[in-house]
T-cell receptor, first 117, second 119 residues
Framework: AQSVAQPEDQVNVAEGNPLTVKCTYSVSGNPYLFWYVQYPNRGLQFLLKYITGDNLVKGSYGFEAEFNKSQTSFHLKKPSALVSDSALYFCAVRDMSRGSTLGRLYFGRGTQLTVWP | DTGVSQDPRHKITKRGQNVTFRCDPI?????LYWYRQTLGQGPEFLTY????????KSRLLSDRFSAERPKGSFSTLEIQRTEQGDSAMYLCASSSLLAGGPLLTDTQYFGPGTRLTVL
């Protein structure tokens, strides 16, 4: 079964410090992995995705994510956090195995990131 | 590109009533998705369309739910005989699958959502 786990409900970090939001996945085939951010009462905004190639993916607003196949992880990172990065972050996976339901994304429960001044 | 739009943004209804939501995807996006998000959870897939064809439906989409995309442009999601458990944020997303492009590398872009409250 396809699943995504975000082991931390909350991450708190001081402005200017590096941040990491963790994500692990479980799929039976090769995964396509995504990160989205959600601000209060808003829809999800796309940050970045991993399809194939370089394990380090760069995305919007200075975010990047590292794909690690052996650890089945896709952690979101940013070298220097901003107060405006405070939001809810979702990791998602699209299962690419034969016979899988190819349209849908499977989302984690989300991680609330708080960056304090 | 004006983004995905959804209407209404908020809907309050009484149990047993029918509601209909509309989603307008990004222009020329041929794929359209519906998700439901409850408090403290990530979005859960409901259904998706490629052009006007509904290609997949989740088990979450009970008989009371129906979705259409009659001309391959906007889509509607109707919930009949609403229940309190239907209270959630309903999200629409669209994507463009380029002809000849790598399969399923399309990115889903989400609208602002419709928040449904069933009293």
């Amino acid at each position: 079964a396809q699943s995504v786990a975000q082991p931390e409900d909350q991450v708190n970090v001081a402005e200017g410090n590096p941040l990491t939001v963790k994500c692990t996945y479980s799929v039976s085939g090769n995964p396509y992995l995504f990160w989205y951010v959600q601000y209060p009462n808003r829809g999800l905004q796309f940050l970045l995705k991993y399809i194939t190639g370089d394990n380090l993916v760069k995305g919007s607003y200075g975010f990047e994510a590292e794909f690690n196949k052996s650890q089945t992880s896709f952690h979101l990172k940013k070298p220097s956090a901003l107060v405006s990065d405070s939001a809810l972050y979702f990791c998602a996976v699209r299962d690419m195995s034969r016979g899988s339901t190819l349209g849908r994304l499977y989302f984690g429960r989300g991680t609330q990131l708080t960056v304090w001044p | 590109d004006t983004g995905v739009s959804q209407d209404p943004r908020h809907k309050i209804t009484k149990r047993g009533q029918n509601v209909t939501f509309r989603c307008d995807p990004i222009s020329e996006h041929n794929r359209l998705y519906w998700y439901r998000q409850t408090l403290g959870q990530g979005p859960e897939f409901l259904t998706y369309f490629q052009n006007e064809a509904q290609l997949e439906k989740s088990r979450l989409l009970s008989d009371r739910f129906s979705a259409e995309r009659p001309k391959g442009s906007f889509s509607t999601l109707e919930i009949q005989r609403t229940e309190q458990g239907d209270s959630a944020m309903y999200l629409c997303a669209s994507s463009s699958l380029l002809a000849g492009g790598p399969l399923l590398t399309d990115t889903q872009y989400f609208g602002p959502g419709t928040r449904l409250t069933v009293l």
